[in-house]
């Protein structure tokens, strides 16, 4: 972009681009992974009662985008579990998290000013994440644009995706949860990541690839910012959604008049059955009742004819 050049910021892209993620930047997004699940209903108590399913939970939650895209691009979904390095980080973190004495590590991560430094540093990796998977599908998938955005997407929110999988390891199971009946932030913005870097691999977007990478990072970097101290989840894209939701998905059915008609008919024809149905028993009734007077008449009258010939007999 000639604008950062402009701006001389080109240098600071460029060693953004070339910086290192481990250890410091994967330690805070192990950091604040793992906090996120402690923060989950009742992974706590499954914490006290099943040590196992929840280290497997945080491992999930740590490497999910690694192990969905794997998935996805039919490589070993244990493949992330083999660098010994990372997972051992990893486990330390969670065992700090959930067993740390005094649970000391959990009370000052979860302190503002900690707490934003680190979601701020995993707001970078998630940068490296989607991008990384976009690069490795484009080496197997050359000129397939949607697969590039849907490995992206899986690497940089594999977590979220994934979450039903997580929810059954810890014993929950909450459908309505879904990450794609109810997008997250998280979700929505490693979508837009994804579809951007996917353009760029494409050339579809004459955008270098380092400032790509400065200007999303520092996007979610502030906006994440902003979301923590305001204390707001409302996304950024919130009316530009509602726009586009309100003029391409709800309008006008041509089959409204007619499933109205068709509900009416229906409702119609109930009634009118129901209706047909009540005049036969009224006149069933009152045939029952007719007869039964008549049958009571003629009890009355048989033993006055009894009475009448006894009398005729005697005399």
């Not at 989950?40 to 497997?56: T, Y």
């Not at 997250?184 to 400032?211: C, M």
């Not at 989840?233 to 939701?245: M, N």
């Not at 006008?252 to 047909?276: I, M």
């Amino acid at each position: 972009m000639d604008l950062l050049k402009v701006l001389q910021v080109d240098e600071l892209a460029h060693g953004l681009a070339n910086f290192s993620m481990f250890p410091y930047f994967d330690l805070a997004h192990y950091i604040v992974s793992v906090m996120s699940l402690r923060e989950q209903p009742g992974a706590l108590e499954v914490s006290r009662v099943s040590p196992l399913a929840c280290w497997f939970s945080s491992m999930l939650f740590c490497f999910g985008g690694a192990v969905l895209s794997g998935i996805m691009l039919a490589e070993p979904p244990v493949a992330p579990l083999s660098n010994g390095t990372s997972v051992l980080l990893a486990t330390i973190v969670w065992y700090l998290v959930f067993y740390c004495p005094g649970d000391l590590l959990y009370c000052c991560s979860a302190l503002l000013p900690l707490r934003l430094v680190l979601s701020g540093m995993k707001e970078v990796t998630r940068t490296w994440k989607v991008l990384g998977g976009v690069t490795q599908a484009h080496k197997k998938y050359k000129d397939s644009l949607l697969v590039m955005i849907a490995i992206g997407w899986a690497r940089g929110a594999g977590g979220g995706l994934i979450s039903k999988f997580e929810q059954l390891v810890r014993g929950v199971w909450q459908p309505e949860t879904n990450e794609l009946l109810k997008m997250t932030y998280p979700t929505k913005i490693t979508l837009i990541g994804a579809v951007l870097f996917a353009l760029q691999q494409t050339q579809y977007l004459p955008v270098q690839k380092h400032h790509l990478m400065l200007v999303y990072t520092v996007f979610l970097v502030a906006n994440k910012s902003r979301m923590m101290l305001t204390g707001s989840s409302a996304s950024p894209f919130a009316p530009i959604e509602s726009i586009i939701y309100k003029t391409l998905f709800i309008g006008s059915s041509p089959y409204a008049a007619l499933t109205d008609d068709l509900q009416d008919s229906c409702t119609d024809r109930d009634a009118s059955a129901s209706s047909g149905d009540r005049g036969p028993v009224k006149k069933r009734t009152a045939a029952s009742q007719n007869n039964g007077k008549n049958g009571s008449l003629q009890a009355k009258d048989q033993p006055e004819n009894a009475d009448t010939g006894r009398s005729k007999k005697s005399d």
